[in-house]
T-cell receptor, first 114, second 113 residues
Framework: DVKVTQSSRYLVKRTGEKVFLECVQD?????MFWYRQDPGLGLRLIYF???????EKGDIPEGYSVSREKKERFSLILESASTNQTSMYLC?????????????FGSGTRLTVV | GENVEQHPSTLSVQEGDSAVIKCTYS??????FPWYKQELGKRPQLIID?????GEKKDQRIAVTLNKTAKHFSLHITETQPEDSAVYFC????????????FGRGTSLIVHP
């Protein structure tokens, strides 16, 4: 019953490449988020979106952009990948205005930039 | 903005012992406090949450307590089992139009058989 799907579990990319990380949810959630997870730093918010074509910067947006053309899909874009973007990337979604406000996370994409 | 501190960063216990993870938050307007468990190689999953109108909530072996005055909340796991070994994250947020929780940095719990 996977509800938030990230297209790749593992990716290896070269420095300078443009990288697309895809996330799809099937719960009709309004809100979607991208986090990166690094040891000792926990979960850090990169970007989020409340609605189609809407995006807001999180705590660490530098070097990233996002796209939300459809409600169910939220893409994270690394315009020019660098080695310091090697990390685990987690997508999450949540319903707006719901009585239960916990996230549903994707399985994560472990990105290595060489 | 909100700031969430989580302690300890690592916790090692023997099977059957209790484990307690503590978090403090800074924004007195925060009113929703979820806890997530992330097993090795898996996604974080919500295991229990508490709202600010409740002081304690229990679900089998896990419980969460909230002290609004002191702005801290804790996760308690009793009779720990090896399958409880995971990274646990606390978070704090406001319910309402936006759901942007601030996460703690995580606690790695190891339960030794």
């Amino acid at each position: 019953d996977v509800k938030v799907t990230q297209s790749s579990r593992y990716l290896v990319k070269r420095t300078g490449e443009k990288v697309f990380l895809e996330c799809v949810q099937d719960m009709d959630h309004e809100n979607m988020f991208w986090y990166r997870q690094d040891p000792g730093l926990g979960l850090r918010l990169i970007y989020f979106s409340y609605d189609v074509k809407m995006k807001e910067k999180g705590d660490i947006p530098e070097g990233y952009s996002v796209s939300r053309e459809k409600k169910e899909r939220f893409s994270l874009i690394l315009e020019s990948a660098s080695t310091n973007q090697t990390s685990m990337y987690l997508c999450a979604s949540i319903n707006g205005g719901g009585s239960r406000a916990g996230y549903t996370f994707g399985s994560g994409t472990r990105l290595t930039v060489v | 903005g909100e700031n969430v501190e989580q302690h300890p960063s690592t916790l090692s216990v023997q099977e059957g012992d209790s484990a307690v993870i503590k978090c403090t938050y800074s924004d007195s307007a925060s009113n929703y406090f979820p806890w997530y468990k992330q097993e090795l190689g898996k996604r974080p999953q919500l295991i229990i949450d508490i709202r600010s109108n409740v002081g304690e909530k229990k679900d089998q072996r896990i419980a969460v307590t909230l002290n609004k005055t002191a702005k801290h909340f804790s996760l308690h796991i009793t009779e720990t089992q090896p399958e409880d070994s995971a990274v646990y994250f606390c978070a704090a947020s406001r319910s309402g139009g936006s759901y942007i929780p601030t996460f703690g940095r995580g606690t790695s719990l190891i339960v030794h058989p």
